[in-house]
């Protein structure tokens, strides 16, 4: 079956959606959010993310701690939080529903047009995706370079830097909102509203297709000649 073109945008819509659903899954998990390089002890190195903090040094084991309490995070940590879970959920749904407003999708005696609806709101959940990642990334950041520029700590204190989870992140971004873009315009292309020929009612073959009456059909007259007794 020759893709059209609907069906070749729709696809390059689902795969940058789900290449962001899975770059923004992976930047929940990856623990390098911030990274803290101690002078002093240049074996040991600790990084941050919403979670956890972990303690790294060379040649032994990675030790991890879970935070006690929402309430005791900073700020971008607890919005970090909210949003990322928020993220997966829209990146999720907006996949599903994109999945079942495309072309690889058939159901019996579905129209275009409620196809249509359903990658324009999957498309709109995906571009939505972008904001519940970048803003989590986004605050991050600021509150790094915020700390990290604060005249009010000594210079020989070490500062928070940025982790490469926070590119992974920004990237993730870019994939979903591209991804929502190109299932938002292939849900404008197309004319006819009618369901799938494939799926449409059954149809009778053409042998077994019952004839029209006309003049010329053949007649048995019975007349009292034809009788016999």
């Given at each position: 079956m020759?893709?059209?073109?609907?069906?070749?945008?729709?696809?390059?819509?689902l795969?940058?959606?789900?290449l962001?659903?899975?770059c923004?899954?992976?930047?929940?998990?990856?623990?390098?959010?911030?990274?803290?390089n101690?002078e002093?002890?240049?074996?040991?190195?600790?990084?941050?993310?919403?979670?956890?903090?972990?303690?790294?040094?060379?040649?032994?084991?990675?030790?991890?701690?879970?935070?006690?309490?929402?309430?005791?995070?900073?700020?971008?940590?607890?919005?970090?939080?909210?949003?990322?879970?928020?993220?997966?959920?829209?990146?999720?749904?907006?996949l599903?529903?994109?999945?079942?407003?495309?072309?690889?999708?058939?159901?019996?005696?579905?129209?275009?047009?409620?196809?249509?609806?359903?990658?324009?709101?999957?498309?709109?959940?995906e571009?939505?995706?972008?904001?519940?990642?970048?803003?989590?990334v986004?605050s991050?950041?600021?509150?790094?370079?915020?700390?990290?520029?604060?005249?009010?700590?000594?210079?020989?204190?070490?500062?928070?830097e940025?982790?490469?989870?926070?590119?992974?992140?920004?990237?993730?971004?870019?994939?979903?909102?591209?991804?929502?873009?190109?299932?938002?315009?292939?849900?404008?292309l197309?004319?006819?509203?009618?369901?799938?020929?494939?799926?449409?009612?059954?149809?009778?073959p053409?042998s077994?297709?019952?004839?029209?009456?006309?003049?010329?059909?053949?007649?048995?007259?019975?007349?009292?000649?034809?009788l016999?007794?």
């Amino acid at each position: 079956m020759a893709w059209s073109f609907r069906g070749k945008v729709q696809l390059g819509g689902l795969l940058l959606s789900l290449l962001g659903w899975v770059c923004s899954y992976v930047t929940t998990i990856l623990p390098q959010w911030k990274t803290l390089n101690l002078e002093l002890n240049e074996m040991q190195t600790w990084i941050m993310r919403t979670w956890e903090v972990c303690v790294v040094r060379e040649e032994v084991a990675t030790v991890c701690k879970a935070f006690e309490s929402f309430l005791s995070l900073p700020q971008e940590l607890q919005v970090a939080r909210i949003l990322r879970v928020a993220s997966h959920g829209l990146g999720l749904l907006g996949l599903l529903v994109s999945s079942f407003g495309s072309e690889c999708f058939r159901f019996h005696r579905i129209r275009w047009v409620f196809k249509r609806r359903l990658g324009l709101l999957g498309g709109t959940l995906e571009a939505s995706a972008l904001a519940t990642t970048l803003l989590p990334v986004s605050s991050v950041a600021h509150a790094t370079i915020q700390d990290f520029w604060d005249d009010s700590v000594p210079d020989i204190i070490p500062q928070w830097e940025f982790g490469g989870v926070l590119y992974l992140g920004g990237a993730a971004g870019i994939f979903l909102v591209l991804g929502g873009l190109l299932l938002v315009f292939s849900s404008y292309l197309g004319k006819e509203d009618v369901p799938f020929p494939l799926m449409a009612g059954p149809t009778v073959p053409p042998s077994c297709a019952p004839v029209e009456e006309s003049d010329s059909s053949f007649h048995i007259m019975l007349t009292p000649r034809n009788l016999v007794v």
